[in-house]
């Protein structure tokens, strides 16, 4: 696939196009850039009326103008491409969806600043970024926590970064997650809505809001369905398994948001080093093999991801099995 051609577009305004608001125009006409990129484009002086530089996106297209728009060649972006190996579930010229691997960061942060999604998807989609904003990179519209595996989505175009942004702030996303917890829902399926905002005791923790009619925060409501149990709770009656496996599916996606809820019910998920509060004694002593001693992250897979195509219309859904490494603690629990 070929980089995006920066050659000058030049558009003759139609009569039916007479008085119609620049950007709006333009968005139209050339359907690979979104609406915001032309407003930019235009306030950068790259749109031409009969050869003048226009600046204002908010002015009126004049019927028999010639336009000519010079689209800047993307600029490189500041990670470096990695050839990093990528599960690649599906990919076209305007969007590309993975299967993210535990372990693996999306965005270079401190403490990653190689080795992530963004420098794997430099190196793979070279030559097929048309510019996000401008720059060479693509267009990361959700995210999954490093220690979280599972279906991600991003963009390679202005026009399918702007479509996935819309879908995932109206929440019309279907995000389904499996987890693992200790312990298991009472009751087994429900609806949880809280608030959520960093916590005042350690700013790297989300928490719960529980000061009732506080507007602190986000709003945000997990959807929540047992699907299996395992064992019993040591000196509780029957009925209180040890463990269990959760589908989760978002309304909303804050950032995490199936585990601080997981954690509010009494639920937290196995292997969370930040919300699990401890390693399970119990299981431990149960774990010969080391199935779960050696698991050490939280136990949380994306597995479902469904949308809409942004510029197809095709509604597309993705679904992968739970990764090996959960697989085995599943078959550890099994055994208890």
């Given at each position: 696939?070929?980089?995006?051609?920066?050659?000058?577009?030049?558009?003759?305004?139609?009569?039916?196009?007479?008085?119609?608001?620049?950007?709006?125009?333009?968005?139209?006409?050339?359907?690979?850039?979104?609406?915001?990129?032309?407003?930019?484009?235009?306030?950068?002086?790259?749109?031409?009326?009969?050869g003048a530089p226009l600046t204002d996106p908010s002015a009126k297209v004049r019927e028999g103008a010639v336009y000519r728009l010079d689209v800047p060649a993307p600029v490189e972006a500041t990670p470096k491409p990695e050839d990093i190996p990528l599960d690649v579930?599906?990919?076209?010229?305007?969007?590309?969806?993975?299967?993210?691997?535990?372990?693996?960061?999306?965005?270079?942060?401190?403490?990653?600043?190689?080795?992530?999604?963004?420098?794997?998807?430099?190196?793979?989609?070279?030559?097929?970024?048309?510019?996000?904003?401008?720059?060479?990179?693509?267009?990361?519209?959700?995210?999954?926590?490093?220690?979280?595996?599972?279906?991600?989505?991003?963009?390679?175009?202005?026009?399918?970064?702007?479509?996935?942004?819309?879908?995932?702030?109206?929440?019309?996303?279907?995000?389904?997650?499996?987890?693992?917890?200790?312990?298991?829902?009472?009751?087994?399926?429900?609806?949880?809505?809280?608030?959520?905002?960093?916590?005042?005791?350690?700013?790297?923790?989300?928490?719960?809001?529980?000061?009732?009619?506080?507007?602190?925060?986000?709003?945000?409501?997990?959807?929540?369905?047992?699907?299996?149990?395992?064992?019993?709770?040591?000196?509780?009656?029957?009925?209180?398994?040890?463990?269990?496996?959760?589908?989760?599916?978002?309304?909303?996606?804050?950032?995490?948001?199936?585990?601080?809820?997981?954690?509010?019910?009494?639920?937290?998920?196995?292997?969370?080093?930040?919300?699990?509060?401890?390693?399970?004694?119990?299981?431990?002593?149960?774990?010969?093999?080391?199935?779960?001693?050696?698991?050490?992250?939280?136990?949380?897979?994306?597995?479902?991801?469904?949308f809409e195509h942004p510029v197809t219309g095709e509604q597309v859904r993705f679904e992968t099995d739970l990764p090996k490494d959960m697989q085995r603690l599943e078959g550890f629990l099994e055994r208890i």
């Open positions: 696939m070929t980089r995006p051609d920066p050659a000058p577009r030049e558009q003759i305004a139609q009569h039916e196009h007479h008085g119609e608001r620049l950007d709006r125009w333009m968005a139209a006409l050339w359907d690979d850039l979104s609406r915001s990129r032309c407003k930019a484009l235009v306030e950068q002086g790259c749109l031409f009326m009969d579930l599906f990919e076209d010229e305007h969007l590309i969806v993975i299967n993210k691997p535990a372990g693996m960061a999306v965005h270079p942060a401190a403490g990653n600043w190689t080795g992530t999604l963004v420098h794997a998807l430099l190196y793979h989609c070279a030559g097929s970024l048309s510019g996000i904003g401008g720059v060479e990179r693509p267009g990361i519209v959700h995210r999954l926590d490093k220690d979280t595996s599972g279906v991600m989505v991003a963009a390679k175009t202005d026009k399918a970064h702007q479509g996935l942004s819309e879908q995932f702030a109206a929440h019309s996303v279907e995000r389904a997650y499996l987890a693992f917890t200790r312990a298991a829902p009472q009751p087994r399926s429900g609806r949880i809505e809280t608030r959520l905002a960093r916590s005042s005791h350690d700013r790297k923790k989300m928490a719960v809001i529980d000061t009732p009619g506080s507007q602190a925060g986000k709003h945000a409501i997990t959807n929540y369905e047992t699907l299996k149990t395992f064992g019993q709770e040591p000196g509780k009656s029957v009925g209180h398994p040890m463990c269990a496996l959760v589908r989760c599916r978002l309304e909303t996606g804050r950032t995490h948001q199936i585990r601080v809820h997981m954690a509010h019910i009494g639920c937290p998920l196995l292997g969370d080093p930040v919300y699990g509060r401890g390693r399970s004694t119990p299981l431990a002593k149960l774990d010969s093999g080391k199935d779960f001693k050696d698991f050490r992250r939280q136990a949380l897979h994306a597995a479902v991801l469904g």
